[in-house]
């Protein structure tokens, strides 16, 4: 059985830091594309940033979080993470890890990750 469970979300000031943790069972993330995304009160589920297959190691972030924001995996602990630093009141969500096969084309689409967390909640105080 599949199963992703997010932890390390939290209530932070501006400016601070948190770091998402997702812990997988059921499959190996080091062979999955593996991304985080957030959705806001009354908004959609956005992409935030993705990790390809470890082999090829490669990254993608959302523009609103390229250069705060880094996402790595340990494959060793089968673990996500998301490190999120200089947060802003607008990062405030739900952040949800997700899986998806090697096969997807386009990692920022939410339709294209099969397995999905529960989701942990970030709020950004100003």
């Known amino acids: 059985q599949v199963q992703l469970v997010e932890s390390g979300g939290g209530l932070v000031q501006a400016g601070g830091s948190l770091r998402l943790s997702c812990a997988a069972s059921?499959?190996?993330?080091?062979?999955?594309?593996m991304g985080w995304f957030r959705q806001a009160p009354g908004k959609e589920r956005e992409f935030v940033a993705a990790?390809?297959?470890?082999?090829?190691?490669?990254?993608t972030y959302a523009d609103s979080v390229k250069g705060r924001f880094t996402i790595s995996r340990d494959n060793a602990k089968n673990t996500l993470y998301l490190q999120m630093d200089s947060l802003k009141p607008e990062d405030t969500a739900v952040y949800y890890c997700a899986g998806a096969p090697g096969s997807i084309v386009d990692v920022k689409t939410v339709n294209g990750y099969d397995y999905w967390g529960q989701g942990t909640q970030v709020t950004v105080s100003s």
């Open positions: 059921g499959f190996t993330v080091m062979r999955y594309v």
């Open positions: 990790a390809r297959r470890s082999f090829f190691g490669s990254t």
